[in-house]
């Protein structure tokens, strides 16, 4: 079973940094792209950032300069660094990645994780 799992997610002061943590694990053949998107209570789910399996990435205007997205291909894993972080940035957040298993591709979800900004 192929299945993405999350970490890093937690409190932080406004200012502060984090970095989310997305492995995917199974039986794979090829990661493509990759992604994260948030979702605030009572909001729809936005995208934050995206990469190509070449490395091109693209960012919500809302967090350019601020966040970096980027892959380890050899770790199957997608990283979200967060610096300046602000309340608006509270939010659980979600990665999301098109992965080819062995018979099937497959459009994957991770489970979520929590992302609080707050003093």
């Known amino acids: 079973q192929v299945q993405l799992v999350e970490s890093g997610g937690g409190l932080v002061q406004p200012g502060g940094s984090l970095r989310l943590s997305c492995a995917a694990s199974?039986?794979?053949?090829?990661?493509?792209?990759m992604a994260w998107y948030r979702q605030a209570p009572g909001k729809q789910r936005e995208l934050v950032a995206s990469i190509t399996s070449g490395g091109s990435t693209n960012y919500a205007d809302s967090v350019k300069g601020r966040f970096t997205i980027y892959r380890d291909n050899a770790k199957n894993t997608v990283y979200l660094q967060m610096n300046s972080l602000k309340p608006k940035d509270t939010a659980v957040y979600y990665c999301?990645?098109?992965?080819?298993?062995?018979?099937?591709?497959?459009?994957?979800w991770g489970q979520g994780t929590q992302v609080t900004v707050s003093s």
């Open positions: 999301n990645a098109d992965v080819l298993g062995s018979l099937m591709k497959y459009d994957l």
């Open positions: 199974g039986t794979i053949s090829t990661i493509y792209a």
